[in-house]
């Protein structure tokens, strides 16, 4: 998959509110049809990044990269007209929420109907058609009678479902999901992320999974890139990854997490959280992490550690892992 071209191209993005950075200097590429996972807990800046991606920052936030890159199109000081015509017809989003994304007095038909229409310039007739045939895409039963449905009719399972059939209404390259199993209980999530991943494939398409269940990634993900206060601590291939990871961030989140598919568990004995929080990391000169982490050392406080490979593919930002090769090792192992 590295051999072929990048689909997205994200170099060095930074984004600024006027007294904070909540997300500095990330680098990361998609590939057509990989699904790649932004993971991290509450705080590490994966929503914001997909808003960026989107257009869609806040009033008062600026973006900044040394590249922004989409199907080799550069998406940097793209005006409103120009983002109208790539969102939804190149690159589409799945909120978090279906209830407050969806229009409570509109049908799920219309909804659906309304991208259609802006980007394909469907009639009402041939648009409602494609409505009926996006329903029955994401799995919804009897699509004919729900298409007249208003969103409160619907189950918050299905709720998601709709707004995945807006999502790829005009067949994107590009589908960013965020949280999308957010509230849905158990079987439904599974349901919803196998359907995800029939979407990729039957699509072509490439994924963002933005999600802080390892579970979900480690089931769902073909790379993994790990946050932490804003910038990225640990990127891998998923299998890798879980197989033994370098940064004490990644670690203690497997640690704090209690299994992968198949009952295979990330540790022995129980589960344990890692101290402080993300807030801790304001205004720190050095590693972010460093007072939550049980092997910090004096350079982790002196500079941001730079993100460089570990090995073919997996990177890492760490004094400990970057410097000392065989602690890193044993770090990774949980034997330090």
């Known amino acids: 998959m ?10 060095r993005l930074t984004i600024r509110f006027r007294h904070s950075e909540p997300v500095r200097d990330l680098s990361f590429r998609v590939h057509p049809g990989e699904t790649v996972a932004l993971v991290g807990e509450s705080g590490s800046g994966k929503s914001l990044t997909a808003l960026a991606l989107m257009g869609l920052l806040p009033r008062g936030a600026r973006a900044g990269a040394a590249r922004l890159a989409f199907d080799g199109d550069d998406l940097r000081g ?5 983002w109208r015509g790539v969102r939804g017809r190149q690159i589409a989003m799945v909120f978090q929420e279906p209830m407050t994304s969806l229009n409570p007095v509109l049908t799920v038909g219309r909804q659906i109907t309304e991208a259609v229409r802006h980007h394909e ?8 058609v494609r409505a009926v045939e996006l329903l029955d895409l994401v799995r919804i039963a009897d699509p004919h009678r729900r298409v007249d449905d208003y969103p409160h009719r619907l189950s918050g399972g299905m709720r998601q479902r709709v707004m995945i059939a807006i999502a790829v209404a005009c067949r994107p390259k590009l589908l960013i999901a965020d949280e999308p199993t957010t509230a849905l209980d158990v079987t439904i999530q599974a349901q919803v992320l196998d ?4 979407l990729r494939r039957d699509l072509s398409m490439g994924l963002i999974l933005i999600t802080h269940d390892l579970g979900v990634v480690g089931q769902w993900a073909d790379r ?4 932490y206060a804003g910038g990225k601590v640990e990127e891998a291939q998923a299998d890798a990854l879980f197989g033994g990871p370098l940064h004490p961030y990644t ?16 540790h022995d004995g129980p589960l344990r959280e890692i101290p402080g929080s993300i807030a801790s990391a304001a205004g720190e000169p050095g590693c972010g992490f ?5 092997y910090v050392r004096p350079a982790c406080r002196l500079a941001p550690p730079a993100v460089t490979e570990a090995a073919p593919g997996w990177l890492v930002a760490c004094p400990v892992t970057r410097a000392q090769p065989q602690e890193a090792s044993r770090v990774a192992t949980g034997s330090l």
């Not at 310039?121 to 409602?128: D, N, Q």
């Not at 497997?254 to 990330?266: C, D, F, H, K, V």
């Open 251 to 266: 670690r203690g989140l497997l640690a704090a997490s209690p299994q992968i598919e198949g009952g295979r568990t990330y």
């Open 2 to 11: 590295t051999s072929i071209a990048p689909l997205l191209e994200v170099e």
């Open 78 to 82: 793209l005006d409103l007209c120009a």
């Open 195 to 198: 359907l995800l991943d029939q």
């Open 290 to 294: 460093a007072p939550r982490c049980a």
């Open 224 to 227: 993994v890139v790990v946050m």
């Open 121 to 128: 310039g469907l009639s009402a007739r041939a648009a409602r």
